[in-house]
C-alpha cells in the first residue's frame, strides 16, 4: 500500500479580473506527514513562473468545508453549494481558488483510509525527527 496520495484538482484562481482562471494543481497527503497536507501549483499558474507548494493542516482543510477556518497563511471556507474557497497569504500578495467541495471530500476521504483521524500520532518517527533535530544543532 503506498503510504502516499496525490489527487489533480481544477483551481479557479479568483482575481481582481473579471474573469476567472482555471489552474492546475496538485493535493497531496503523505503518512509520513500525518497531520499536513499539500497544495502544489504548477509553475505556469504562478507569478513567479516556479512551482509552488503550500503544506497546511489536514484538520485546518477538514474544519474550512463546513466553517471559515484558519487564521494565518492558509484559510478555508466554504462558497456556495460544491465550492470551497482556498486563501494562501505571502508576502507578495493574496491567492484566492476556488475548489470543488465533492473533489475535496474525495481527497480527505482517502488520506482518512490511509491514515484515521486522531491516529496520527501512530505515523510519527519521533525518534527519527528528533536525532535529525538534534543533528541540525550541533
Do not use: N
Amino acid at each position: 500500500m503506498s503510504t502516499v496520495i496525490e489527487q489533480a484538482v481544477e483551481a479557479r484562481l479568483i482575481a481582481s479580473d473579471p474573469r476567472v482562471q482555471i489552474v492546475p494543481a496538485m493535493l497531496g497527503y503523505d503518512r509520513e506527514d500525518p497531520f499536513a497536507v499539500r497544495m502544489v501549483f504548477p509553475a505556469p499558474a504562478t507569478l513567479e513562473g516556479v512551482e509552488v507548494s503550500w503544506a497546511f493542516a489536514r484538520e485546518l482543510l477538514e474544519a474550512g468545508l463546513e466553517t471559515s477556518a484558519g487564521m494565518g497563511d492558509v484559510r478555508v471556507r466554504p462558497y456556495g453549494f460544491d465550492r470551497t474557497v482556498l486563501e494562501f497569504h505571502a508576502a507578495e500578495g493574496t491567492a484566492m481558488v476556488h475548489i470543488r467541495t465533492s473533489e475535496l471530500r474525495r481527497f480527505l476521504k482517502r488520506t482518512q483510509l490511509l491514515v484515521p483521524v486522531g491516529q496520527e500520532h501512530h505515523y510519527l518517527d519521533l525518534d527519527e525527527d528528533l536525532t535529525e533535530l538534534l543533528r541540525d544543532a550541533c
